[in-house]
């Protein structure tokens, strides 16, 4: 199976610091995507990294990208209460599939 | 504003009793996804519309069905459901295959 798997499971930490969110896959990619889910909602796309990029920053979000590790990681810096959500990695390969693939997701909860 | 609407939020059924869910987009999408999620898992990919090209994936039961009538609309047909069939069931749309998916708010199906 491509589905990713996501580290930690679950999070919590203090309003304020920061929150760092692995995800690892199994095949190659032509992008990674990260997705937040609050509580019984639909998904919301945060930011799309391609496979010959690196990094990418998008606010108070870094994502990395790893190509030969295959993995990412999604930090959320100077995290808020509202960041409580769950945290989902989806890769599309390159298989001509047309399709994403969704990790395990990490549940965060910040500590007001 | 533009948005991926799926109706309704929460649809109560009886064991055996088919039900329809409904998703609308007012983005002009060529892609169109049906997602399964149940209780703290990752989305399940169902099925897919590319324009009017269903994809199925191999291990969606024969038991869903999917309609796509124009660009615009999406249904998912549940031709006899069981309790393992209640979950939340996500609509998402693309403009193109693998980039970034646009998702509803979802509709929670409860089965009695």
């Known amino acids: 199976s491509q589905q990713g798997e996501e580290d930690p499971q679950a999070l919590s930490i203090q309003e304020g610091e920061n929150a760092t969110m692995n995800c690892s896959y199994k095949?190659?990619?032509?992008?990674l995507q990260w997705y937040r889910q609050n509580s019984g909602r639909g998904l919301v796309h945060l930011i799309l990294?391609?496979?010959?990029?690196r990094e990418k920053h998008s606010g108070r979000l870094r994502v990395t990208l790893d190509t030969s590790k295959k993995s990412s990681s999604l930090l959320i810096t100077a995290s808020r209460a509202a960041d409580t959500a769950s945290y989902f990695c989806?890769?599309?390969?390159?298989?001509?599939?047309?399709?994403?693939?969704f990790g395990t997701g990490t549940r965060l909860t910040i500590i007001p | 504003d533009a948005m991926v609407i799926q109706n309704p939020r929460y649809q109560v059924t009886q064991f055996g009793k088919p039900v329809t869910l409904s998703c609308s987009q007012t983005?002009?999408?060529?892609?169109m996804y049906w997602y399964q999620q149940k209780s703290s898992q990752a989305p399940k990919l169902l099925f897919h519309?590319?324009?009017?090209?269903?994809?199925n994936e191999a291990d969606t039961p024969d038991n869903f069905q999917s309609r796509r009538p124009n660009t615009s609309f999406c249904f998912l047909d549940i031709r006899s459901p069981g309790l393992g069939d209640a979950a939340m069931y996500l609509c998402?749309?693309?403009?193109?295959?693998?980039?970034?998916?646009?998702f509803g708010p979802g509709t929670r199906l409860l089965v009695l």
């Open positions: 095949t190659s990619i032509n992008n």
């Open positions: 990294i391609r496979s010959n990029e």
């Open positions: 519309y590319y324009d009017k090209d269903f994809n």
């Open positions: 989806a890769t599309e390969d390159n298989f001509g599939n047309e399709k994403l693939t």
């Open positions: 998402a749309t693309s403009r193109y295959s693998g980039e970034t998916q646009y």
């Open positions: 983005l002009n999408h060529n892609v």
